[in-house]
Each structure stands twice: as structure tokens, then as C-alpha cells.
Nanobody
């Protein structure tokens, strides 16, 4: 099992930036991919971005392309989400997720088997 802890959320004005971090511990040698999802109030959980732990290949949801960037630091077992040009509609709880089963870098929620507790991001207009 992999344990995940997110940090970096907060309140920011529209147009501003935040960087989320997610530190992984435990069976980190089994990581294949890591991803970020978000859940706005009253909504389902949506894919944001994912990264292949070995190759560094990335996927980004269309809604965040050009504004958000996922990256990782293998030595620190940490994945980041740099969020620029934030909009009020980006307000959500952001969750980090890990795939240790080898499903491949994906935006499909069910392919991730470990989840963090979430960090709140609020963007004011």
C-alpha cells in the first residue's frame, strides 16, 4: 500500500497561482502512475492530470491544459500540480492518487488504488 499526503491548497484570487504537493510513502517502489483529481461541491470527482512515474509522460484534462502542469520528483517520492491562471470554477477539493497495479497513466478514477485525504483550493472572483 502507498500512503499519500497532499499539501499546498488555500485561498487565492482569480488569475493567481498555487502549487500542490503530494508526498508518497510506503511501497513507493510499486508506483506506476500518479494523478490529481478534483471534486467541487455537489459534483463528482473529475480527472485533472496524471504522470507516469518512470517516463514522466503526462496527461492533462482539457479544462486545465495550458494552465496546470503536473510534475514529479522521484527522489522525493513527490508529485506536484502547478496551477496558474486560476479561475473560480477551479474551486474544489483536490485529491492525489496513485496507481501501483500497472494500469498505465490514465484519467480513469477506478485505476488508482491509493488516495490522499484531499486539500481545499478556493479561487475567489
Amino acid at each position: 500500500q502507498v500512503q499519500l499526503v497532499e499539501s499546498g491548497g488555500g485561498l487565492v484570487q482569480a488569475g493567481g497561482s498555487l502549487r500542490l504537493s503530494c508526498a508518497a510513502s510506503g511501497r513507493t517502489f510499486s508506483l506506476y502512475s500518479m494523478g490529481w483529481f478534483r471534486q467541487a461541491p455537489g459534483q463528482g470527482r473529475d480527472f485533472v492530470a496524471a504522470i507516469n512515474w518512470s517516463s514522466g509522460g503526462t496527461l492533462h484534462a482539457d479544462s486545465v491544459k495550458g494552465r496546470f502542469t503536473i510534475s514529479r520528483d522521484n527522489a522525493r517520492n513527490t508529485v506536484y500540480l502547478q496551477m496558474n491562471s486560476l479561475k473560480p470554477e477551479d474551486t474544489a477539493v483536490y485529491y492525489c492518487a496513485a496507481d501501483s497495479k500497472g494500469w498505465g497513466t490514465s484519467g480513469i478514477e477506478s485505476r488508482y488504488d491509493s488516495w490522499g485525504q484531499g486539500t481545499q483550493v478556493t479561487v475567489s472572483s
